[in-house]
């Protein structure tokens, strides 16, 4: 079967680094997706990876790694607004998206 | 440019009963995406429509819910009768292409309480 995984819940300060895990196992791969969703609110696009490495964006990177089946994304100089879930998605060898069930990440003052 | 549109944004209903969504997706995105989405829990795939045809509806519980995309632009989602488990946001996405790397648009959701 296919399956992502991601921690269920992750706590961080302002102004610090988190940075959350996301491994899978899926038939095929053709890129991972992470979206951000703010609670009540609709997913949004935060990155893309399809080749091995770190995609840098802003304050957030994402990375991957297809042999071991793994990603993170990295968020840097944590704010308030960055309270959200974070969800991982894998496009499978159909295209098809298969989504993870997300990080809640509680930012701290 | 506009982005997804989904009405109702709230719906509360018995069960038993009938409810439909309806969805317009950005202008010229060829393909269109409804997602169930279950406090807690990642979007689940219900429909993805390529133009007016479907691509895939192996998740669509097809005994009680049914999608159209008529003229191959909005859609519609009905779930008739709705049970208690029903009970989720239901999200609307569009990307220009399925079968490459497109990100996806989601409209703000419906979200569905079934008393």
């Known amino acids: 079967g296919q399956n992502i995984d991601q921690p269920t819940e992750m706590t961080a300060t302002e102004g610090a680094i988190v940075q959350i895990n996301c491994t899978y196992q899926?038939?095929?791969?053709?890129?991972l997706f992470w979206y951000q969703q703010h609670a009540g609110e609709a997913p949004t696009f935060l990155s893309y990876n399809v080749l091995d490495g770190l995609e840098e964006k802003g304050r957030f990177s994402s990375f991957l790694s297809r042999s071991k089946g793994y990603s993170y994304l990295l968020l840097k100089e944590l704010q308030m607004k960055d309270s959200a879930s974070y969800l991982c998605a894998v496009l499978d060898s159909n295209y098809q998206l298969i989504w993870g069930a997300g990080t809640k990440l509680i930012i701290k003052p | 440019e506009a982005g997804v549109a989904q009405s109702p944004r709230y719906k509360i209903i018995e069960k038993r009963q009938s409810v439909a969504f309806w969805c317009n997706p950005i202008?010229?995105?060829?393909?269109l995406y409804w997602y169930q989405q279950i406090l807690g829990q990642g979007p689940k795939l219900l429909i993805q429509?390529?133009?007016?045809?479907?691509?895939?509806d192996s998740q669509l519980p097809k005994d009680r819910f049914s999608a159209e995309r008529l003229k191959g632009v909005d859609s519609t989602l009905k779930i008739q009768p709705a049970k208690l488990e029903d009970s989720a946001v239901y999200l609307c996405?569009?990307?220009?292409?399925?079968?490459?790397?497109?990100?996806?648009?989601f409209g703000p959701g419906t979200r569905l309480t079934v008393t």
């Open positions: 996405a569009s990307s220009p292409f399925s079968y490459t790397y497109y990100e996806q648009y």
């Open positions: 899926t038939s095929g791969f053709n890129g």
């Open positions: 202008s010229g995105h060829a393909t």
């Open positions: 429509f390529q133009n007016n045809g479907v691509v895939d």
